[in-house]
């Protein structure tokens, strides 16, 4: 059965796209209630990491709503909380962090932004208020997320609504070969300009996610951003709510260059996606600051340290180290590279094939030559997106990324479980649609 506004009563965001109902969900699979199946190649928005239907997690739910489902956190805190904190902090690239919960990316990315002005009226830097964002970012869809974010689409209708802040240009190989070094340096620019007096937090996405889908900058770049941060008293902000929890074959995306910031925000993954869950992380030294000048941290929320969803967040923390997901993550993400290279790198129209772990795009380009996008008005990653859901296959799309508008991509992260037979099944899938979507003279993809 499919269901569409405005014929029922729910207010959905596609207005104009009829969905069908699902039902369960059992591994990297999710079922209809007419009984389809369909792999969930993209973890819904890259969140799904441990499965769908997890026995254990489902558990853990279950067990901390019989016990206690809610107690406000200025009044308690509790077992579970603490419990979860304690394990999470091994894995947290800064020493001694302390860990603020609320319940999505939108809501830790505030959390950031507001505790590094904290941070920086506790240290007497009065002035600190502006936050450095890049270009073709996304941070989330509250006023203060998007005031940072650099997506046009989504900041166009609300820009007499947003704080004024400054934003970098992006890091984008495909597109710039600029050395990470140069493309890091317009950070120090940005600072100079708006005076280092006056500079809160630089915030980023060690891997960019949605809006350009899945691109690393050059080695060079983030080493150069901390070195910048340091020297003029800015405060680092590494947003990983999308590549983090081992999206990209590391604990985290900075990771990768063995960067450590000052603060950092992670969601989608920590809670598996069973309850809505995320935290900002900061380093302990900066928290008791804040406490010993401030008294208190001026920020909060309803649901934040939330037992039920710390439960959810434990569980699945647990089943990610027990089962060596992390890794799992490294060694099927290079299969996947490999296989989505073997299948689609000889296409005309795909551009560009990138990634890391179980996080990859895959750009489109009317011309491999030129890299000149398609139109935005051919849609061609929904189409392409329509053409996989009908299959079968979950993915996620953007469109935008070549320059704001103009630019289509696709991105697969299944959860963090999957195999290599699984992964066979998601690139044939995913190569059939894209081929029926923009035929060529003979397919070029192997058939398992």
Excluded at 59 to 70: L, N, P, T
Aim: hydrophobic fraction near 40%.
């Amino acid at each position: 059965m499919l269901h569409k506004h405005p014929d029922g009563n729910v207010f959905y965001r596609k207005m104009n796209h009829a969905r069908p109902q699902v039902a369960h969900g059992d591994g990297i699979y999710l079922y209809d209630d007419d009984g389809k199946r369909y792999l969930d190649g993209s973890g819904g928005p890259l969140v799904t990491n441990v499965g769908h239907g997890h026995p254990e997690v489902v558990a853990a739910i279950q067990a901390q709503a019989g016990a206690v489902e809610y107690a406000h956190a200025i009044m308690f805190t509790s077992a579970v909380v603490e419990t979860y904190s304690t394990a999470m902090a091994a894995h947290i690239p800064f020493a001694e962090p302390r860990f603020f919960y609320l319940s999505s990316g939108s809501e830790v990315v505030e959390t950031a932004i507001k505790l590094a002005r904290q941070i920086q009226i506790a240290r007497g830097e009065f002035g600190r208020h502006i936050t450095i964002g890049r270009s073709l970012s996304y941070h989330g869809m509250t006023l203060g997320a998007l005031s940072i974010s650099g997506r046009p689409g989504l900041r166009t209708p609300y820009l007499g609504m947003l704080a004024n802040q400054p934003h970098i240009h992006h890091p984008y190989p495909y597109r710039d070969d600029r050395s990470g070094i140069e493309l890091a340096d317009r950070l120090e620019e940005a600072i100079l300009a708006y005076g280092p007096e006056n500079v809160s937090a630089f915030i980023a996405e060690p891997i960019s996610g949605a809006s350009l889908g899945a691109v690393a900058p050059p080695d060079d770049y983030w080493p150069r951003v901390r070195e910048i941060c340091d020297y003029y008293g800015v405060l680092l902000i590494a947003d990983e709510v999308l590549v983090g929890m081992g999206r990209t074959g590391q604990w985290w995306g900075v990771n990768h260059w063995n960067v450590v910031p000052d603060i950092m925000v992670a969601s989608k993954g920590t809670a598996g996606g069973y309850v809505p869950h995320g935290f900002a992380a900061a380093k302990y030294d900066d928290v008791e600051l804040i406490r010993q000048e401030l008294g208190d941290f001026n920020h909060g929320g309803t649901f934040s340290h939330h037992p039920v969803a710390a439960a959810a967040a434990l569980a699945v923390l647990r089943i990610i180290e027990r089962d060596n997901l992390v890794r799992n993550s490294a060694e099927m993400g290079a299969y996947l590279g490999r296989k989505l290279r073997e299948a689609l790198g000889d296409h005309p129209h795909v551009g560009d094939i990138r990634g890391r772990g179980l996080f990859w795009g895959i750009e489109f380009v009317a011309d491999r030559d030129t890299k000149e996008p398609f139109p935005a008005k051919r849609h061609l990653a929904w189409d392409i997106w329509q053409r996989a859901f009908d299959r079968g296959l979950i993915i996620y799309y953007s469109q935008g990324c070549a320059d704001g508008v103009n630019g289509d991509v696709i991105m697969v992260g299944p959860p963090l479980i999957i195999n290599a037979s699984q992964i066979d099944e998601l690139v044939t899938l995913l190569a059939d649609a894209i081929y029926a979507e923009l035929p060529i003279t003979a397919k070029l993809y192997p058939v398992y």
